[in-house]
């Protein structure tokens, strides 16, 4: 393929997935990691950490409910009340060492603390969670979390989020979760105080 026409192709897949690696680009292009490291310094395009930082920094609310440090992956889009996405990758640390594949807890933290992260309020708690594990996430997969806030009406101090895990186009993980929130008043229904935070 001419350098042209694979600069072109290269351009297209970031801007239909900013989060794609250079070993995924290598793969869908055909070249070697070398070359997709030359092509994108030559495009100006930089390296993927960097991107999720512009990203960061240009696209998202405050998080007003955790400390961002407490947010489990990173965060490149927020909007507060509506959708957030997460970005985390799978470390050794993160793994079984006999096998390599990822630890539930920490997919499922993942997708917990951006629904509880979503919220705008000083006080949001992990009331209840339905989820779903749909296949293993192994050793250096990228988790992609995709939350959305579905309703707040009808119930007060209440939200409802869903989230979904994609590891490249495919879902890992679904999770519903119903976060409590402090909406300004002392929050002591049903048991919140006990409520786990992550």
């Known amino acids: 393929m001419p350098k042209k026409q694979r600069h072109q192709q ?7 997935n900013p989060f ?4 995924e680009l290598t793969r869908e292009l055909k070249v070697s990691i070398q ?8 495009l100006g395009i930089p390296e993927l950490r960097e991107r999720m930082k512009q990203m960061a920094e240009h696209s998202y609310d405050q998080v007003r409910s955790l ?8 965060v490149v889009d927020l909007q507060l009340d ?15 060492t006999r096998n390599h594949i990822a630890r539930g807890h920490y997919v499922f933290a993942q997708a ?4 509880v992260a979503l919220i705008n309020d000083e006080i949001a708690l992990t009331a209840s969670a339905d989820i779903r594990f749909l296949r293993q996430v192994h050793l250096g997969e990228k988790c992609i979390a995709k939350a959305y806030v579905r309703s707040m009406a009808g119930q007060k101090g209440k939200a409802k989020v869903e989230v979904f895990t994609y590891v490249g186009e495919e879902m ?6 119903l976060i409590y929130r402090s909406t300004g008043e002392d929050n002591s229904e ?8 992550h």
């Open 190 to 197: 049903g048991g919140v105080q006990y409520a786990d935070r």
């Open 10 to 16: 290269l351009l297209k897949i970031i801007e239909q």
């Open 35 to 42: 070359t997709i490291r030359l092509d994108r310094m030559e």
């Open 112 to 115: 917990n603390s951006l629904a």
């Open 20 to 23: 794609v690696t250079d070993r």
């Open 172 to 177: 890992v993980f679904q999770g519903n979760f």
């Open 67 to 74: 400390q961002l440090d407490e947010v489990v992956g990173d």
């Open 82 to 96: 509506k959708s957030g996405i997460s970005i985390f990758e799978i470390r050794e640390e993160h793994v079984f």
